[in-house]
């Protein structure tokens, strides 16, 4: 079952990605996406029952290990620090999904 992370769902060039993809979503498509601000993660849960939204911090490195291992595809459009960026990226390179 294909699986894709996308981080950054909330902002401008993540929400039209995300806009993308549901209107190509077939329905063996897991789409999950990783959001840290609470209101926003129950608004797109509640906007779009089969997204798998996780309300945590991206410097949580093993959420960002384990859905990248699981993701065939992993589309980063956050606005990143320096420190989160290693954070993304290295989580990326440990799983192999940095392309
Ligand atoms: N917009 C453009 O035309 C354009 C063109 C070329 C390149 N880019 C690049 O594309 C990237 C995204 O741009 P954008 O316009 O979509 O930006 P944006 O609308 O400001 O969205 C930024 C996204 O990053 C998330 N984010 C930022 N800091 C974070 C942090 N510390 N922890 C977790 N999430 C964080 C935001 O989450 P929250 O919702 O929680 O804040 C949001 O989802 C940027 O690197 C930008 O330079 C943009």
Same mark, same amino acid.
């Given at each position: 079952?294909?699986?894709? +992370? @996308?981080?950054?769902?909330?902002?401008? #060039?993540?929400? /039209? $990605?995300?806009? %993308? +993809? @549901?209107?190509?979503?077939?329905?063996? #498509?897991?789409? /999950? $996406?990783?959001? %840290?601000?609470?209101?926003?993660?129950?608004?797109?849960?509640?906007?779009?029952?089969?997204?798998?939204?996780?309300?945590?911090?991206?410097?949580?490195?093993?959420?960002?290990?384990?859905?990248?291992?699981?993701?065939?595809?992993?589309?980063?459009?956050?606005?990143?620090?320096?420190?989160?960026?290693?954070?993304?990226?290295?989580?990326?390179?440990?799983?192999?999904?940095?392309?």
């Amino acid at each position: 079952m294909p699986h894709i +992370l @996308l981080l950054g769902a909330t902002g401008y #060039i993540g929400g /039209s $990605v995300l806009d %993308r +993809l @549901l209107k190509i979503q077939k329905p063996d #498509i897991t789409i /999950s $996406v990783i959001v %840290r601000d609470s209101d926003k993660a129950k608004k797109l849960a509640t906007t779009f029952p089969g997204l798998d939204v996780h309300n945590k911090p991206y410097e949580d490195h093993q959420l960002l290990v384990d859905l990248a291992s699981r993701a065939d595809v992993v589309f980063n459009c956050v606005k990143i620090s320096t420190s989160l960026y290693h954070n993304i990226i290295s989580s990326l390179n440990i799983t192999g999904q940095c392309r």
